[in-house]
């Protein structure tokens, strides 16, 4: 007989739950089957003896919430499987995740180096179109960094770091002082609202009054001497030295006075400091300063030699050839003398007031009467750069090179931290770990990440070569985490979702070239073009930046973002609302979850990435950035 035995179901089988009649054919759904997940066949003497009373049954609707894990992690995507791709920001998104906490609890705390804390993860590029002391200044106000550009003489680039350490003073330390016999003349000379009036003219003598501007604005007779319109120091605001910043800001806001005077008990002139510093520090509560909040903190750049070589002199010597592509003498040209710098009369930033013509030095010592001339070991311009930078009290150093890898960044760090021991060094650019573990056992502060990423570079279309910035960041940020070296993503950042991408990578700060280039603060004059309000910018290595070297950049125009002190705040307030999509309050948190995994990626098409940005408009305007002035 070929008919099948009458069959009917078991829990925990493998086939469609039914029941089937004696000829094969379905007949009806079994109570049981719907109970159950997986089902076998019985026959009806299986079924017979089978004990519904001690079976147990899988809920074909529970679910396991542990089990639901959507996306992949970093690991994952990075994997060994997968690194024969090179990912970038659009290729990927990160996941969202449950939100407990409101946007306003989101903080952006994060670091530049190893010892210098940032409010917002925001540091300004080493460009000439992008960082001088405006930009610097504002961005350290807003809790930011800046680095200011190294494309102007040594003496250029340290006034600039002079004008950002001496923007905002807390306690003035040194002021300048007149005596009571000099002139109007000498206050106009000196550039300030206000000067106290000592004995000598010197901080640490009795102190006899204070002229502000106001005393002399309508003055004619600007031969008159101080002493006939000075504020008595019976009528002026003082306090008892020592006292502490809070205390004077304090005291100056009972007293509503525009200068606070520090003085001893016998009335000696100790310090000084001004209502204008305590506004400052009311407006920009979160500013990268010291730890007393008196100084803004400032970077500065110093460029290398992309390709170093060394030639033998006359004598068999070898000597170095390579030159930065933005120095300012010759291979042959005598080497600029730090001590004469130092001698030098005080610059103003347009040259009016340009310093007595710096003298070069000759490479012989004052063995000449032995007859034991013996040339010199001359610095590098870096070195001299370096130094001067030190001397006008740069925080920061960044050692500015397309292609960080090489021998001579690994002994210009080794110089630095050498020579100038509490001085912060960022080293790069890097797109690899191998490349990032030679400057990282230099010894550097920080590490900047990313070759020919920027939105004018062409240096991977020209050369060939680079790497996707967020497999640079991440593969970077594995071996810069065991030194304990903060990543700065540079290159790339197109808008705050990039950042965020690179924060989630690991990056500790993003460094920003066309996203600050437009800003009022950036160097350079605006012009219009086709109704827009616009401002060059250019990459380092433009035919317009670095004429005589292998071009691997383009120059064009950035739009008007107006004030950074109105776009900066538009920024912070969009990583915080992505932090909160993410599910997470800060960015110690969200470094966490991306070791431990949970923290969630999803690779993205073309047409995802099409759906992610605006699309199906006839006609639409994009603003990545606040209109408010």
């Known amino acids: 007989d ?22 094969g054919g379905e007949k009806s759904r079994s109570p049981l089957a719907i109970q159950t997940t997986k089902v076998s066949l019985l026959t009806d003497d299986e079924l017979g003896s089978f004990n519904l009373s001690s079976a147990n049954f899988e809920d074909p609707f529970s679910v396991n919430i542990d089990e639901l894990e959507d996306g992949y992690s970093a690991q994952q995507i990075f994997s060994e499987s ?6 970038t920001f659009d290729d990927l998104i990160v996941l969202p995740a449950h939100i407990n906490f409101g946007v306003d609890d989101v903080i952006l705390e994060t670091r530049v180096t190893k010892r210098i804390k940032l409010s917002v993860p925001f540091v300004s590029s080493p460009m000439d179109t992008v960082t001088e002391e405006a930009m610097a200044i504002a961005m350290a106000l807003e809790g930011g960094f800046g680095f200011i550009h190294c494309k102007s003489s040594i003496e250029v680039q340290a ?7 001496s923007y905002q003073n807390g306690f003035i330390a040194r002021p300048a002082c007149l005596r009571k016999d000099q002139l109007i003349s000498d206050l106009d000379l000196l550039g300030v609202s206000g000067v106290p009036i000592t004995e000598n003219g010197k901080i640490g003598s009795k102190l006899i009054g204070l002229v502000e501007k106001k005393d002399v604005d309508f003055t004619e007779d600007r031969s008159l001497p101080l002493s006939s319109v000075l504020t008595d120091v019976s009528n002026i605001t003082t306090c008892l030295h020592p006292c502490t910043l809070s205390e004077a800001n304090k005291t100056l806001m ?46 500065a750049a110093v460029k290398l030699s992309q390709h170093a070589f060394s030639r033998s002199d006359e004598n068999g010597r070898e000597r170095s050839s390579s030159l930065s592509p933005y120095s300012t003498r010759s291979p042959t040209s005598p080497k600029f003398s730090f001590e004469h710098f130092k001698k030098m009369d005080k610059l103003s930033l347009d040259g009016s007031k340009s310093p007595k013509q710096i003298k070069r030095k000759d490479n012989e010592t004052n063995d000449e009467k032995n007859g034991n001339e013996e040339e010199e070991e001359e610095e590098e311009e870096y070195q001299l750069r370096s130094r001067a930078l030190v001397e006008a009290g740069v925080d920061v150093i960044v050692v500015d090179c397309l292609h960080g890898d090489t021998l001579e960044q690994v002994k210009a760090i080794e110089w630095l931290k050498s020579t100038f021991p509490n001085l912060e060094v960022v080293g790069g650019n890097v797109a690899t770990a191998s490349q990032a573990k030679r400057l990282l056992d230099a010894g550097i502060d920080g590490l900047r990440v990313g070759m020919g990423t920027g939105s004018v570079a062409t240096a991977q279309e020209v050369k060939a070569c680079g790497r996707a910035q967020l497999s640079a960041v991440f593969n970077c940020v594995q071996l810069a985490e065991q030194y304990d070296v903060p990543v700065i993503a540079d290159g790339g950042i197109t808008s705050t979702g990039a950042a965020l991408k690179a924060m989630a990578m690991g990056a500790s700060c993003v460094m920003m070239g066309s996203l600050l280039a437009g800003v009022t603060e950036s160097p350079g004059e605006y012009y219009f073009e086709g109704g827009m309000r616009l401002k060059k910018y250019h990459g380092i290595m433009s035919s317009k930046s670095a004429p005589s070297a292998v071009v691997s950049g383009v120059s064009g125009a950035v739009v008007d973002k ?42 993205r098409t073309t047409s995802a990435q099409k759906e992610g940005k605006v699309h199906d408009l006839h006609s639409f305007t994009t603003k990545l950035y606040s209109d408010s002035r």
């Open 2 to 23: 070929t008919t099948p035995p009458s069959r009917t179901l078991q829990p925990n089988c493998d086939v469609p739950s039914m029941n089937l009649d004696g000829n």
């Open 82 to 87: 997968q690194r024969t791709m090179g990912y």
């Open 159 to 165: 006034a600039r770091v002079k004008a950002v350490k």
């Open 254 to 299: 009972d007293a509503k006075a525009n200068y606070l005077c520090v003085v001893d008990e016998q009335g000696n002139l100790m310090a000084l400091t001004t209502r204008i510093d305590l506004i400052k520090n009311r407006d920009f509560p979160a500013s990268t300063s010291t730890d007393n909040g008196r100084l803004l903190l400032v970077g």
């Open 562 to 603: 107006g004030s950074i002190h109105s776009y900066l705040p538009y920024l912070n307030q969009s990583m915080r609302h992505g932090l909160q999509d993410m599910g997470i309050p800060n960015f110690t948190e969200l470094w966490k979850r991306l070791l431990d995994g949970s923290l969630r990626f999803e690779m």
